[in-house]
């Protein structure tokens, strides 16, 4: 009897990394495809999430992986530096957030405006599906987001007069219909996860009606596997490098330490430590980065998969992990047959659900503000870059927040027996609203003395004080003038 107790968190557990396994194949897969990479380092990265960061401290029930969220970063990345520098870059940005596990700021990250997250995943989906569009349909994607968006046009044309990619497209569609339709089949959701079974079903149809479509290309697990060399290290002084190294860190901390929240919301046992957390992935994104493959993040849908799967313990992820190790290892030859536009529609499925559309009415009638950052956020991530489109978010929260706080109102006692008008300042001054303070001000009795009363005030910058300051001497020498022509 105690030992059948004993057992029943490792069956829940080995149960559920079968589930984790079945969904997270299709996505390492697609993920790695859609960023311009050998589909088998999209499956090293799974590898490492599991067996690596699946065994390390921080949260005990979410996964790591290649996440749709990096993809469109990295596919610039790869090709603006190649795919030898995408090693050096991971590396660095493993290290970065090790660095910020050690130092406790993990924590911080949930301080991030929620609008501003909401708006990064909005834009990298708005992104990642408007690339991934190409893909449906075999062709080639122009480059970046405003481009790839630009020549839609011209991608309709081509694809209606084309026989080959029409047959993909309509592969694409199917699997994102399955996508959609298969897990309100409950029964045979709780056997196969809906992306598996669309890709399946897709790869089917391809080898029975014998389509011309294009399949992912296979070139073997150490093939695929490339260390950065001493150049591409070498390359980590460079601005741009930088620069990415930095979005690569940030973003895949945010993502993984929200998902983390997410998942600690959906269970009932220990919650996450942020700082470990951090600590965890940026072990798994130095290795990754060793081995020259994707960065990971913790993923919420396959995260999400092992919680509702009944797993109890980490063992159901490093499992997963083990399952991803064997399939590549034994079984590569596999991913040759898979139409590359099955997991177009994988990540297009993916990519609207990046897309928080049941949230942005009820944001936009509560929160206008937070709605007007998810906007700007998202919408200058499709026509800049990942990177500065996300610090444009954070400083348009920034400054939202600074005007949000920095209310003042003046309470004005202005006596019938013409003695001196008094005035009360409360709340916080700042620059951000010196305009209407001295409107205010100015629009008092030019002939009255003023009392100025600043002890109601909680903050006062040096630019009001300064203003006020002036302000009072002006008033007095008006006052002396008007007395004197009087």
Known sequence: MQLTKRLAPFRADFTASLVVFLVAVPLCVGV??????????????GIVGGLLTGLLPGSSLQVSGPAAGLTVLVFEAVKEYGIGALGALVLAAGALQLAMGALKLGRWFRAISVAVVQGMLAGIGLVLIAGQLYALADAKAPGSGL????????????????????????????????????PRWRRAARVLPAPLAA?????VAVWVLDLPVDRVQVSGLLDAIQPPGLSDIGRLTEVGVIGTVLAFALIASAESLFSAAAVDRLHDGPRTNYDKELMAQGAGNA???ILGALPMTAVIVRSAANVQAGAKTKASRVLHGVWLLVFAAAFPAALGVVPIAALAGVLVH??????????????WRE???????????ALSIVLINMFEGVLIGLLLAVAKTAWETSHIHLEIDDPKDGGP???????????????KLLDQLEALPADREVDLDLSGLRHLDHACGAALTNWAEQH????????LVA
Do not use: D, M, Y
């Open 32 to 45: 790695a495809v859609a960023s311009g990479v050998p589909a088998e380092l999209g499956l090293v990265t």
């Open 147 to 182: 481009a790839n968006i630009g020549a839609l046009p011209q991608l309709f044309t081509a694809t209606v007069r084309s026989g080959p990619a029409l047959a993909a497209l309509a592969i694409g569609v199917s699997t994102i219909a399955v996508l959609v339709l298969w």
């Open 199 to 203: 890709v399946a079903l897709a790869t």
């Open 287 to 289: 290795v990754c980065g």
């Open 350 to 363: 993916a990519g609207c659900k990046l897309i928080p559309l049941r949230e942005l009415r009820p944001l």
């Open 367 to 377: 929160h206008r503000g937070e709605a007007v950052v998810l906007f700007v956020t």
């Open 421 to 435: 008008v008094h005035v009360r300042v409360l709340g916080n001054a700042t620059f951000l609203r010196l305009p």
């Open 476 to 483: 007095q020498r008006n006052l002396r003038t008007q007395e």
